[in-house]
């Protein structure tokens, strides 16, 4: 591609750096501000507690998975290069137990405030994640990893 040609809406979309924690914590912030905005009854009921737990949960599992990466020595960054393979619980039952935590979380925090304005928050993380960072992350590992990670895909699934 010359460099003076405008680039594709769809190659622009490939070179974008989307870093899930961030976005997670936007997406938090927009949705808190639609919440409130937004009328809707505001009563303290079981759902804060149900809501809480689903929070821990998501934060945990996404810690847990991070805490491996770290073990092994390898990026948590999507853009950075992975130098191991991580194919250990909770990555034996998901691909993305981060994400997964994270996608998780934002659903506690939407139970918690009984919003459905903020449940746009996990539906956006899901949808950015699965199709603009998972892929790029999916090839660098496949490159990286040959046939031991085409096998992995085959056995545990991209989410759950």
Not at 27 to 44: M, Q
Not at 111 to 121: D, G, N
């Amino acid at each position: 591609m010359n460099s003076t040609e405008p680039q594709s809406p769809s190659s622009a979309l490939s070179t974008t750096k989307i870093h899930p924690p961030l976005l997670a914590a936007a997406l938090v912030l927009g949705t808190l501000v639609l919440h409130f905005i937004l009328p809707e009854e505001r009563t303290v009921g079981w759902y804060q507690v149900t809501g809480l737990l689903v929070v821990a949960a998501g934060v945990a599992v996404s810690c847990f998975a991070a805490a491996i990466f770290q073990a092994r020595e390898t990026t948590r960054n999507p853009y950075g290069e992975p130098t191991a393979f991580v194919a250990q619980a909770p990555y034996t039952w998901t691909r993305n137990p981060m994400y997964l935590g994270f996608t998780t979380a934002l659903t506690g925090l939407a139970i918690f405030f009984s919003s459905i304005a903020m449940l746009l928050a996990p539906a956006v993380f899901f949808a950015v994640i699965d199709r603009m960072v998972i892929p790029r992350e999916e090839e660098t590992m496949e490159r990286l990893f040959g046939q031991d990670y085409a096998d992995y895909k085959k056995r545990v699934r991209r989410w759950i």
